[in-house]
């Protein structure tokens, strides 16, 4: 069963280190993350009472975690670190109250695109065994923006699936960077596939 609202209250942000005096600052971008996603509004952290409210991160974070995976970037692998912190939806929800924020920032059509529920066909390649179908599967499943996941067909080392999802497509594979999948292609010109993905290894 999906965790309703999880990534919408989860932030990521790139560190260098595991230290204190970082890991402040990151928590500070990962809940400014949250705010701008939960009220659509990019210029609300321009407002002083949003600012000092971020500021305290600290106060609304719940957990957090480190999360490293090799980037090839610059031709050499290197290590990159990521801090992911989930952050308390209780106390975030008030904060926003308290602030005079709703959610979607008031705005209607984004509002309904929050509910807006879709059946999607996607492609996942790098399944080399029932553990990494099963990665698959849970990451999917504990995401709070998909509501059902159906095999559809298998073929060599690929899976299709079809996703129902709440709001667009697009939403999703934003939210998908911080787990095992990751997105190869989000309009591929194949009939029938909205979005091509691949299993981390």
Not at 47 to 69: I, L, M, R, S
Not at 126 to 138: F, K, P
Not at 171 to 177: A, G, M, N, P, Q
């Amino acid at each position: 069963m999906a965790n309703a609202g999880a990534s919408l209250y989860t932030g990521q942000v790139p560190v260098n280190s595991q230290s204190d005096a970082e890991r402040g600052e990151a928590l500070k971008s990962a809940l400014a993350q949250v705010v701008v996603k939960l009220t659509g509004d990019t210029a609300v952290l321009a407002k002083p009472d949003v600012a000092k409210a971020v500021a305290g991160a600290e106060h609304y974070v719940q957990q957090y975690q480190y999360t490293q995976e090799m980037a090839t970037d610059t031709g050499q692998p290197q290590a990159r670190l990521t801090l992911v912190a989930q952050f308390d939806r209780d106390a975030v929800d008030k904060l926003l109250r308290d602030l005079g924020l709703a959610h979607g920032g008031g705005d209607a059509p984004q509002a309904a695109a929050e509910v807006q529920s879709g059946s999607y066909h996607v492609w996942v390649s790098g399944i080399n065994s029932a553990e990494d179908y099963a990665r698959l599967i849970g990451s999917l499943s504990r995401n709070e923006l998909v509501r059902g996941v159906q095999a559809e067909q298998a073929r060599g080392d690929g899976v299709q699936l079809r996703l129902d999802v709440t709001g667009p497509l697009s939403r999703l594979l934003e939210t998908l960077s911080a787990g095992p999948v990751r997105v190869l292609n989000a309009k591929p010109p194949v009939t029938g596939v909205d979005a091509l993905l691949g299993m981390q290894p």
